[in-house]
């Protein structure tokens, strides 16, 4: 029997969670940290957008209005240091690329494979890296970042699906974050090369940065062509004689017949949908999964999380810090960003989604409304400041670095993981292209908009993000229901039993053919 109260989901002992026999074996372990470097090219692409951004070379190439204003007095308005429409356009190209090329990677990955939509990923952003480190003109580069949006796509497309898959349901939660893990880790290490190569002779560090980027690249493209495909996207393509040896392989036993009868049954029910993206948006049964996958990415990014990664230190210099102090300050959030997201790893499948959903989300809303009362105590509508003290620079890296810390544990490895696990197979890959895409519009309008409006709202920025963190929390713990240790065949029942949802969840999955 299900006890429900509000967005809990508890199993009595007389109706546990289903369960697979299995163990974690030293494959699944090796092709999850493997599959998981396609988090790399995303995260990388996030942390170095924003040093090259504040390198003095690259804007007097690129930008120069934006390099003269930064030249000028120190008494300028720090609000609009960096406002122009072209460097947020440079930033934010890259993310509209992703939303188209999510849609079309939803198509790949269910018809070839999870293991070919991210080859082609790592190919695709290997050359946008090599384009963007050769670039002669602002349209060559706007040109690399397009492909390497697109090569984002079809990474955060498939890498999410491939972990959640490929996992065992009780180590679900840890391995899918793993994702997460090397987003951190990526933009960590672009940090750390910002900071060296802003100091090399010649100006032509900028290029050394964006190159780089070919690194991550080469890492999924080689991994690609070792890793196997799941057992469920094997099943779904006519496979079933594979599937059940690999999943015998993954899991580490023989008697793996009931998780592959429900994989086959999954499939069964797949083969009857003709249109998985008609079905998905025309079905009343999808109705919360799909509302789950809209909103939460939608709710990722007005955390304003992106603002501080992908901009950190233009923000930084924005408050006044020098240009050292900026990068330094960078590699402190994302040093803080990478450690935190372990807590998250450690605490998924022990806690649960949900808890970490809400302390997350009361955590940042305390500490972006701390980093709004500071900045507009010190710099006023004005931002007219010529000189910041020393514990002021402190104490705003410190509210910002807990800030990313209540992300780095939930809303940013746990916006991934929640929208991949919760689909049926015949509509799973068309699901995560919608959360992709939706991600990937926001992360656009976010990045597109927010030198313009930290111009034009000064300090109410950080109060917009605020208000936007304090709505998803208060939606979690009305309408997100737990889905730690349910195997991803069985998650429809977390929906049957939830207060809110089940009143979808009647009608029948597959809706007839016109």
Not at 291 to 304: E, N, R, Y
């Amino acid at each position: 029997m299900a006890v429900v109260s509000m967005g809990v989901v508890s199993f009595d002992r007389g109706s546990p969670p289903p369960s697979y026999p299995g163990k974690l074996t030293p494959y699944v372990l090796l092709t999850v940290l493997a599959g998981a470097a396609g988090g790399l090219i995303f995260g990388y692409d996030l942390g170095i957008s924003g040093g090259v951004t504040s390198m003095a070379p690259f804007l007097e190439k690129f930008f120069p209005d934006v390099y003269e204003r930064q030249q000028s007095i120190t008494s300028t308005n720090q609000y609009c240091k960096f406002n122009s429409p072209t460097l947020q356009l440079f930033t934010s190209s890259l993310y509209l690329a992703a939303l188209f090329a999510s849609l079309a990677a939803g198509e790949v990955t269910k018809k070839f494979g999870r293991r070919i939509s991210m080859m082609m990923a790592g190919f695709i952003f290997l050359f946008g890296a090599a384009l963007n480190a050769g670039a002669v003109h602002l349209s060559m580069l706007i040109l690399g970042r397009i492909l390497l949006g697109i090569g984002i796509g079809f990474a955060n497309q498939s890498v999410p699906l491939y972990l959640s898959e490929m996992s065992p349901y009780n180590y679900r939660g840890r391995f899918n974050i793993c994702f997460q893990l090397m987003i951190t880790i990526g933009i960590l290490c672009a940090n750390l090369i910002n900071f060296g190569t802003a100091k090399i002779s010649g100006g032509w560090g900028w290029r050394l940065s964006l190159g780089l980027a070919g690194v991550p690249a080469v890492i999924i493209l080689i991994a690609s062509f070792f890793l196997s495909d799941t057992p469920n996207s094997m099943v779904q393509r006519g496979r079933e004689i594979e599937a059940k040896a690999l999943l015998k392989r993954i899991r580490g036993v023989d008697n793996v017949d009931a998780e592959f009868n429900d994989m086959l049954a999954a499939k069964n029910e797949a083969d009857l949908v003709e249109s998985p993206w008609r079905n998905l948006f025309g079905t009343k049964c999808y109705r919360p999964q799909l509302a789950m996958s809209i909103l939460i990415p939608f709710f990722q990014q007005f955390t304003g999380i992106n603002v501080i990664m992908f901009y950190a230190p233009v923000l930084f210099q924005s408050l006044g810090f020098g240009s050292d102090a900026s990068l330094i300050s960078s590699v402190i959030t994302g040093v803080v960003n990478m450690f935190a997201t372990g807590v998250s790893i450690y605490g998924s499948d022990r806690w649960g989604r949900r808890s970490l959903f809400l302390e997350g989300g009361v955590q940042m809303f305390i500490f972006q409304s701390l980093i709004a009362g500071l900045i507009g105590w010190r710099f006023g509508v004005s931002g007219n400041v010529t000189d910041i003290p020393f514990w002021f620079a402190a104490v705003v890296v410190v509210c910002i670095c807990v800030y990313v810390m209540g992300f780095a544990w939930s809303w940013g490895p746990l916006g991934w993981l929640y929208p991949s696990e919760i689909f049926p197979l015949e509509v799973r890959s068309a699901a995560q292209s919608v959360t992709v895409a939706v991600n990937m519009a926001f992360t656009f309008i976010v990045g597109q908009c927010f030198l313009t409006m930290l111009c034009s709202m000064k300090y109410g920025l950080f109060i917009f993000f605020a208000f936007f963190v304090a709505v998803m929390t208060l939606f979690c713990y009305f309408f997100m229901p737990e889905t730690k240790n349910i195997p991803i065949e069985e998650m429809t029942q977390v929906w049957r039993s939830h207060w809110f949802w089940k009143r979808f969840m009647n009608e029948p999955k597959i809706r007839p053919s016109p």
